[in-house]
């Protein structure tokens, strides 16, 4: 954890001074010490081209440590490159399941993928119950679109029992954080 923590600072420039470079390595010896949370930010550093080439490969394999690793953003960044293709093969279901994966590790982003999945019927029978609980979990997880979907949810009664107090919260919590579409 240590090598992380200073990485991060690195990264940062928080109490140190800013070297992505050398955050980079630290990042690159912690993951290989399997330390998921430095795999995980190492592969962001491959993906975006930051200190080194854009290698999305790369970045795949870093992610999917992470995610073995129980680090939900490693799981939704590795669902994104499957569900696009980009790095690696392109392939919905592994996305799906790498989504469910980091749900059940606490990123909200792939709660909220899971709800659209959900309440679209892309790959999965469409279920506007269950997309609603992701909705859910991805707003209590601070995402504030997320809430936005479950409020209106509640607003005309998709998925749940119509609760127009239970709306307005959701509604108002994401209008609060910006989400124009509730306000």
Do not use: W
């Not at 680090?71 to 490159?81: I, S």
């Amino acid at each position: 954890p240590a090598c992380f923590d200073l990485a991060m600072a690195q990264l940062r420039g928080e109490a140190v001074a800013k070297n992505v470079a050398a955050a980079r390595d630290l990042f690159a010896k912690a993951c290989d010490a399997a330390e998921p949370r430095s795999c995980h930010q190492l592969g962001l550093l491959q993906r975006d081209g930051i200190t080194t080439a854009v290698n999305l490969a790369q970045a795949g394999t870093l992610f999917d440590k992470a995610c073995q690793g129980k680090v939900g953003a490693g799981c939704y960044e590795l669902a994104v490159l499957h569900t696009s293709g980009r790095g690696v093969a392109a392939d919905l279901p592994r996305a799906l399941f790498l989504h469910q994966e980091g749900c059940s590790s606490s990123d909200p982003r792939s709660c909220f993928a899971m709800g659209q999945y959900f309440h679209a019927g892309k790959s999965v029978v469409k279920d506007l119950r269950r997309a609603v609980q992701y909705y859910t979990q991805a707003c209590e997880g601070a995402l504030l679109e997320a809430c936005g979907r479950a409020g209106h949810a509640y607003q005309v009664g998709e998925g749940v029992s119509r609760d127009p107090l239970k709306a307005v919260e959701l509604h108002d919590r994401a209008c609060r954080g910006g989400v124009a579409a509730s306000c």
